[in-house]
């Protein structure tokens, strides 16, 4: 009984910034690892970052230096900053959230709608 729901896709030039956000609403009791990957057309889902509910981040080697994710575990909100973007950041940016729900033992994994990013050269 989780949703998420992207937001801050666009089209931009290459050099520039985006900020995307990813709310989490629901019967959610609680939330662990919050992260954001990654498909491009023709290729495999990959993770971008991660970050943890006590706040330690990890990045795959291509976009570190240049992105950076946070949260706000008020708002149950995780974000990804993406700055000096390339043309090869474009494709579908999905959020992941680890969460239980009220009622559930299990942990489980949830997934936004996904939004488009494109980097023009």
């Known amino acids: 009984q989780v949703q998420l729901v992207e937001s801050g896709g666009g089209l931009v030039q290459a050099g520039g910034s985006l900020r995307l956000s990813c709310g989490a609403s629901g019967s959610i009791f609680s939330i662990n690892d919050m992260g954001w990957y990654r498909q491009a057309p023709g290729k495999q889902r990959e993770l971008v970052a991660v970050?943890?509910?006590?706040?330690?981040?990890n990045y795959t080697d291509s976009v570190k230096g240049r992105f950076t994710i946070s949260r706000d575990n008020t708002k149950n909100t995780v974000y990804l900053l993406m700055n000096s973007l390339k043309p090869e950041d474009t494709a579908v940016y999905y959020c992941?959230?680890?969460?239980?729900?009220?009622?559930?033992?299990?942990?489980?994994?949830?997934w936004g709608q996904g939004t488009q990013v494109t980097v023009s050269s």
């Open positions: 992941n959230v680890k969460a239980r729900s009220w009622g559930l033992q299990q942990e489980r994994s949830y």
């Open positions: 970050i943890t509910s006590g706040g330690s981040t």
